[in-house]
């Protein structure tokens, strides 16, 4: 079932707040906008973000940020904890102005954890102030991830994109996949480069890459999530899991139950 989601307070009186809030498995927060940029951090569990300019999976130990306007909505896989900061536009105006997935530090992670616990209507002159200046020029630092999947806008493209996203073991060829669509091989290699900005095999292994972070945290085993997203073995489906994220699936697990995050090879 779908929450709204409402971000008025005398919080926001403040040029940059941030709060923390759980979330129960399988909850939708329903399409929404905010006035302010927003810093959403998966302190625990994954979720994913849409928007009209595709999809974001956001594991453990990283945050999205969503510009002012947006609309967008957050499904939770597993239970999550998420930590908001809202940030005044005209606060920081060199920030992105596209959404992202950002890899987080640890100093900013204990800045964000220690952002939660002031007062809405913190002396911005004080330390808390001084505090919320420091997380806001560690933000500036972060790195982007390579967890977005652009959505295609051409509607032959799109049928292929929304079919490998509902069926990612589908290892059909691009050949395969432009007679499903009713275009030339060429021409449907070309429509996913230009519209997403990657080429047709690097869209699919990023898909399959998003689908196995959210059936990790549902608690797949490593071997079914692997065969589910269309590898021919656990070795090949971790190299590609470690490849694209630098970790093993194992790590990602224990970091969305929240356990210490040690690098073992399931």
Do not use: K
Request: aromatic share 6%; glycine share 8%.
């Amino acid at each position: 079932m779908a929450t709204p989601f409402h971000d008025e307070g005398v919080e926001m009186m403040r040029p940059v707040f941030a709060h923390s809030a759980d979330h129960a498995p399988g909850q939708l927060i329903a399409r929404h906008r905010h006035s302010r940029d927003h810093l959403l951090y998966a302190a625990s569990g994954v979720m994913t973000v849409d928007s009209d300019a595709g999809c974001w999976v956001v594991p453990p130990q990283f945050a999205v940020w969503i510009p002012s306007g947006t609309a967008h909505s957050v499904a939770m896989h597993g239970a999550v904890r998420i930590v908001s900061v809202f940030v005044a536009a005209r606060h920081r105006p060199g920030l992105w102005r596209s959404c992202r997935v950002l890899e987080v530090t640890p100093l900013m992670r204990s800045l964000l954890l220690r952002a939660v616990t002031l007062p809405g209507l913190y002396d911005e002159a004080g330390p808390d102030g001084r505090l919320l200046e420091v997380l806001m020029d560690e933000l500036a630092r972060l790195v982007p991830a390579p967890l977005h999947l652009p959505v295609p806008r051409d509607s032959r493209a799109r049928t292929v994109a929304d079919a490998i996203r509902a069926a990612p073991d589908d290892r059909r060829s691009l050949a395969g996949w432009a007679a499903v669509a009713g275009a030339g091989e060429r021409t449907l290699a070309r429509l996913f480069l230009r519209e997403t900005g990657l080429s047709f095999g690097a869209w699919r292994r990023r898909a399959r890459l998003m689908h196995a972070l959210t059936a990790l945290t549902a608690g797949l085993p490593v071997t079914t999530v692997a065969l589910d997203c269309g590898y021919d073995s656990v070795s090949a489906f971790i190299a590609a899991f470690r490849r694209e994220l630098g970790a093993s699936p194992g790590r990602y697990v224990a970091s969305a139950r929240g356990e210490i995050p040690g690098d073992r090879p399931g």
